[in-house]
């Protein structure tokens, strides 16, 4: 696709064929799968030249391509994949890996070091929060958490107080919060990273924007280094494939993606051809589950087993987290949490009694699915500072997917029905953010 065209169109019409040209795949409509390990160079010069450039040697030159040496370092795939990752996101350059752990662990590992102070959210997915309290500490590596709940000044003054304020080097967020769905400001922390900043140190800022996907959110817009998505969720979509990736100014992703070579965590030819047989309908699909999610979001709210409800579509008006997510989000996406009234034996009554809806962990897939966060995703969270951050034993996360929605609210209901408690039945359920000032 021509690149001057290419910078007048909308993403959804470039996830078509960006980046794929097709007379160098004997006229293929769609990119082959390039099942190789390795590439055959027209020369010894040329291969010295690739390995120049792979290792950082020199700079490419004005009209040089990055050759094909090893599907470690580069695949067409996986290349035609990250140019199109980085368009949806109005990124500079993006890297794709073999999952979301994966893109985590390697940008945590390339900016951190022993001695360093990483600044991070709460709640976090159950896995990023595993490797961030257990391993990242293991090598010396401070860490400081925060919350919704906490001001711009609460966390300067946090910083300051740890006495490494002189080691931060890392601010990493997840917004909305999995899986309380709390929304965290990005221009607050894109400030704080630079008020934070020196000219021997900058700090980087990074967001997982897994929980809306690359439709609803776009964080490198609010000034964010950098932006994470685990692609198995909304990207993949169809709970057939394992991915993850990164994208971001290319100065960082470069430094990212020569890790990722060494640690060969990469996606592989297969993993990104899948990825981009779902771009093509991840406008589509993510807009489809927003429209299911918020019907059932109404629905949940009337019901009366359900005590709370985590969802940024019924935020109060005016509330700080109302602020915040219609600054920087343009739709409360398809994942939503909710208390149910009881603990765990209702929770779990709800969860066995589901017919249409998938008891499964993951999400953004085509199809919904449920899962009890206290007891599952986020089993490995300390259990007081699961309780601090309000994932109790009666909480419930749904994936909203693709299917009738009518079908959907019915399901829910014969399940909230056969969990009912007749004694804590009747008053309104109401959002937990609804108290955010």
Same mark, same amino acid.
């Given at each position: 696709?021509?690149?001057?065209?290419?910078?007048?169109?909308?993403?959804?019409?470039?996830?078509?064929?960006?980046?794929?040209?097709?007379?160098?795949?004997?006229?293929?409509?769609?990119?082959?799968?390039?099942?190789?390990?390795?590439?055959?160079?027209?020369?010894?010069?040329?291969?010295?030249?690739?390995?120049?450039?792979?290792?950082?040697?020199?700079?490419?030159?004005?009209?040089?391509?990055?050759?094909?040496?090893?599907?470690?370092?580069?695949?067409?795939?996986?290349?035609?994949?990250?140019?199109?990752?980085?368009?949806?996101?109005?990124?500079?350059?993006?890297?794709?890996?073999?999952?979301?752990?994966?893109?985590?662990?390697?940008?945590?590992?390339?900016?951190?070091?022993?001695?360093?102070?990483? @600044?991070?959210?709460? /709640? #976090?997915?159950? %896995?990023? !929060?595993?490797? +961030?309290?257990?391993?990242?500490?293991?090598? $010396?590596?401070?860490?400081?958490?925060?919350?919704?709940?906490?001001?711009?000044?609460?966390?300067?003054?946090?910083?300051?107080?740890?006495?490494?304020?002189?080691?931060?080097?890392?601010?990493?967020?997840?917004?909305?919060?999995?899986?309380?769905?709390?929304?965290?400001?990005?221009?607050?922390?894109?400030?704080?990273?630079?008020?934070?900043?020196?000219?021997?140190?900058?700090?980087?800022?990074?967001?997982?924007?897994?929980?809306?996907?690359? @439709?609803?959110?776009? /964080? #490198?817009?609010? %000034?964010? !280094?950098?932006? +994470?998505?685990?692609?198995?969720?909304?990207? $993949?979509?169809?709970?057939?494939?394992?991915?993850?990736?990164?994208?971001?100014?290319?100065?960082?992703?470069?430094?990212?993606?020569?890790?990722?070579?060494?640690?060969?965590?990469?996606?592989?030819?297969?993993?990104?051809?899948?990825?981009?047989?779902?771009?093509?309908?991840?406008?589509?699909?993510?807009?489809?589950?927003?429209?299911?999610?918020?019907?059932?979001?109404?629905?949940?709210?009337?019901?009366?087993?359900?005590?709370?409800?985590?969802?940024?579509?019924?935020?109060?008006?005016?509330?700080?987290?109302?602020? +915040?997510?219609?600054?920087?989000?343009?739709?409360?996406?398809?994942?939503?949490?909710?208390?149910?009234?009881?603990?765990?034996?209702?929770?779990?009554?709800?969860?066995?009694?589901?017919?249409?809806?998938?008891?499964?962990?993951?999400?953004?897939?085509?199809?919904?699915?449920?899962?009890?966060?206290?007891?599952?995703?986020?089993?490995?969270?300390?259990?007081?500072?699961?309780?601090?951050?309000?994932?109790?034993?009666?909480?419930?996360?749904?994936?909203?997917?693709?299917?009738?929605?009518?079908?959907?609210?019915?399901?829910?209901?014969?399940?909230?029905?056969?969990?009912?408690?007749?004694?804590?039945?009747?008053?309104?359920?109401?959002?937990?953010?609804?108290?955010?000032?």
């Amino acid at each position: 696709m021509d690149e001057k065209i290419a910078k007048k169109l909308h993403p959804e019409t470039l996830m078509m064929g960006y980046g794929y040209k097709p007379e160098l795949s004997e006229g293929a409509l769609k990119a082959p799968i390039f099942q190789t390990s390795t590439f055959v160079f027209k020369s010894a010069e040329e291969g010295k030249e690739f390995f120049e450039l792979a290792y950082g040697q020199r700079e490419k030159g004005p009209t040089e391509e990055i050759g094909l040496i090893y599907s470690r370092i580069n695949n067409p795939d996986v290349e035609i994949l990250e140019n199109r990752l980085a368009v949806l996101d109005g990124a500079e350059e993006a890297a794709g890996f073999e999952s979301g752990m994966a893109a985590i662990s390697t940008v945590l590992l390339e900016f951190l070091k022993p001695g360093d102070l990483l @600044l991070h959210s709460r /709640p #976090l997915y159950g %896995g990023t !929060d595993h490797f +961030i309290t257990h391993v990242l500490t293991r090598y $010396g590596i401070n860490v400081l958490p925060f919350t919704a709940n906490d001001s711009a000044d609460d966390i300067r003054m946090k910083v300051k107080n740890s006495g490494l304020a002189n080691k931060l080097s890392m601010i990493y967020l997840e917004t909305p919060g999995n899986p309380t769905c709390a929304m965290i400001d990005l221009e607050m922390c894109v400030q704080l990273a630079k008020e934070f900043s020196t000219k021997e140190r900058r700090v980087v800022t990074a967001v997982d924007n897994t929980f809306l996907g690359p @439709l609803w959110q776009h /964080p #490198l817009k609010f %000034g964010i !280094d950098l932006v +994470i998505y685990s692609a198995t969720k909304y990207i $993949g979509g169809h709970s057939d494939v394992v991915a993850g990736s990164c994208a971001g100014k290319a100065q960082l992703v470069k430094r990212i993606k020569t890790l990722r070579t060494f640690l060969g965590n990469m996606a592989d030819a297969w993993t990104a051809w899948l990825l981009m047989r779902s771009l093509e309908t991840l406008k589509v699909r993510m807009d489809c589950q927003a429209r299911n999610a918020e019907v059932i979001a109404g629905f949940l709210q009337r019901h009366p087993m359900v005590e709370r409800i985590y969802y940024a579509g019924l935020l109060k008006e005016g509330c700080s987290q109302d602020v +915040i997510f219609k600054k920087q989000c343009t739709n409360a996406g398809a994942m939503l949490t909710f208390d149910i009234k009881g603990g765990r034996n209702e929770a779990y009554k709800f969860l066995n009694s589901l017919k249409v809806i998938h008891l499964a962990v993951s999400l953004g897939g085509t199809e919904s699915l449920a899962e009890h966060p206290g007891t599952m995703t986020h089993i490995d969270v300390d259990p007081e500072e699961r309780r601090a951050l309000g994932i109790s034993d009666k909480m419930v996360r749904l994936s909203v997917g693709i299917e009738n929605v009518e079908d959907l609210i019915w399901d829910l209901d014969q399940a909230l029905a056969a969990a009912s408690v007749k004694s804590t039945v009747g008053s309104k359920p109401q959002s937990i953010l609804e108290h955010s000032s």
